[in-house]
Structures are given as structure tokens and as C-alpha cells.
């Protein structure tokens, strides 16, 4: 596994086989004691995102209240199935380390978790998000309905123009069907409400993300 080069989506001739059965993870979680993998409440709906390491990233949606019925970290987007974290973590699955949303769009907005992502990180940095370099840590949306991926192109759009006054580059999120979404070992899952001071290399921008805020995509791109 090592040596290979982690900042380059492996082809299929390279990817590891992986296992034909789901690893074992954690039944409920840790904080609110929900079950993981369901069955979940009528009416929820699910959303993906990939934003640096999943331990920092999970807890950003953990903390939005009770609006979001359960966050899970897994592995997402790549070839292998099934993978373990020391494959994922060699560049050689294509997964990105993901965070799985289910909440009730009654109570809490699609823009408002597509506003935590943006802000969450930095989504102009390609393969790494701060110190954590390779596939895993890009920046990915991965959506479930042509409105999730409406909104989230939307949002790209009006937070790109937000980071142009900042003089930040491109953005490289990617934007895309939601593929399987591979649950991640035990361990992994609320490891900063099990580990308080454990490690997490999330940083933002700084800049604000307006969507959900009233302002129109025309206007955030000075049109």
C-alpha cells in the first residue's frame, strides 16, 4: 500500500479488492443514542459531504441540533468496496472520508447544511484540506435529488463569488450523485464526543457562505 501516489484517484486496475461484506461499525450513536443505519423517522432525508478528516467534520453536523436525527462518518465515492480505514487511507479506494446527514427538513434546511459545509473548511485546496493530504480529504457534495444538486451548484456558485473578494482561488468541490456510502469502523464514528481533545485538522475561510440568507445568486456574483 505504500508509496503510491495519494493526491491521484486510483483506476480500477489499481484500486484494492476490498471484501464483498460491510465491516463492522457502531450500532447507535454515541451522543444521541440514535441507531446508525436506521430505520430512520418518516419523512427524513439524507445528504453527503466530504470536508477533510470525518472526525472534525462530523461534528459540525452532530452540533446543529435537534433538527439533524443522526451524523455517521464512512467512506464514499471511490472503487473498493467495503474498505477499512488503513486502505482508504493509502490512496488506493478513491474514497473521500464522508459524513452522513439524516435530518428532518422540517425542522432544519438543506442551505443550512450546505452553509456549515462551506464554512467549515477550505474548498479551494484539491487533494488535502490543511496538514491531511491525499483523496480522502477532498472537498465533495453528494446528492440525492435533483434539488439537493440544484441547491448545492447554487451554493458553489454564490460562495465562489464570496471567496473572489477574498482573493481565495477556485473552488474544487465536487458535486455529485451520491454513490455508496460504506460505514466506517466503530471507532471512527463521534470520535470527538469519545475523544474531547483528539485531533482535528478542520479549518474555514473565514468568509461567509450567503445561502439561506436571503441574497440571490445574480447578486452575490456582482451581477
Not at 482508504?88 to 439524516?102: K, W
Not at 422540517?106 to 474548498?123: A, C, V
Not at 470520535?191 to 482535528?200: M, Q, R, T, V
Amino acid at each position: 500500500m505504500f508509496g503510491f501516489k495519494k493526491i491521484a484517484m486510483p483506476t480500477a486496475a489499481q484500486a484494492l479488492p476490498g471484501r464483498d461484506h460491510a465491516i463492522r461499525t457502531a450500532p447507535t450513536h454515541f451522543v444521541n443514542h440514535h441507531a446508525l443505519k436506521g430505520p430512520y423517522p418518516e419523512g427524513s432525508q439524507k445528504a453527503i459531504f466530504g470536508l477533510g478528516c470525518f472526525w472534525g467534520a462530523e461534528k459540525k453536523f452532530w452540533e446543529l441540533g435537534d433538527g439533524v436525527y443522526v451524523t455517521a462518518v464512512g467512506y464514499a465515492g471511490g472503487v473498493t468496496p467495503n474498505p477499512i480505514y488503513e486502505e482508504v487511507c493509502s490512496g488506493r479506494t478513491g474514497h473521500n472520508e464522508a459524513v452522513l446527514v439524516v435530518y428532518d427538513p422540517k425542522n432544519i434546511s438543506y442551505d443550512t447544511l450546505l452553509r456549515t459545509f462551506w464554512e467549515s473548511h477550505d474548498p479551494t485546496q484539491g487533494m488535502r484540506q490543511g496538514n491531511d493530504v491525499g483523496t480522502q480529504y477532498r472537498s465533495g457534495i453528494y446528492t440525492f435529488t435533483p434539488e439537493q444538486k440544484k441547491a448545492a451548484e447554487a451554493s458553489r456558485a454564490m460562495y465562489q463569488a464570496e471567496l473572489d473578494k477574498k482573493r481565495y482561488g477556485a473552488i474544487t468541490t465536487e458535486i455529485l450523485d451520491a454513490p455508496e456510502f460504506y460505514f466506517a469502523e466503530d471507532y471512527h464514528q463521534q470520535y470527538l464526543a469519545k475523544n474531547p481533545h483528539g485531533y482535528c485538522g478542520l479549518g474555514g475561510t473565514g468568509v461567509a457562505c450567503p445561502i439561506g440568507t436571503g441574497a440571490k445568486l445574480t447578486q452575490a456574483a456582482g451581477a
